[in-house]
């Protein structure tokens, strides 16, 4: 059974950081191209950062490029999103999607608020 499972949201000052997690399970992490993409209350999906399956070429979004660093450990099955300098406007649902090999699966998402 594939699952993403991603963590690490909450509630966070402005200017706050926060550490995302995706656990990955059922399918061959490490074969698997990772996204984070994210949903803001009322707005339509937006892509935040690519990693590509050996980690070694990431991609941003300019509205996050120097503030957020995605990662993967694929000992682990796991993909990262450290969130640093938090603006009011990073408030949305965060979720992560592998794709490989004309498959693509996606985690249900973790909720990241910031607000004073």
């Known amino acids: 059974q594939v699952q993403l499972v991603e963590s690490g949201g909450g509630l966070v000052q402005p200017g706050g950081s926060l550490r995302l997690s995706c656990a990955a399970s059922g399918f061959t992490f490490s074969s698997y191209y990772m996204s984070w993409v994210r949903q803001a209350p009322g707005k339509g999906l937006e892509w935040v950062s690519d990693?590509?399956?050996?980690?070694?070429?990431?991609y941003y979004a300019d509205s996050v490029k120097g503030r957020f660093t995605i990662s993967r450990d694929n000992a682990k099955n796991t993909l990262y999103l450290q969130m640093n300098s938090l603006e009011p406007e990073d408030t949305a649902l965060y979720c992560c999607?592998?794709?490989?090999?004309?498959?693509?699966?996606w985690g249900q998402g973790t909720q990241v608020t910031v607000s004073s």
């Open positions: 990693i590509n399956s050996g980690g070694g070429s990431t």
């Open positions: 999607w592998g794709q490989a090999a004309g498959y693509d699966y």
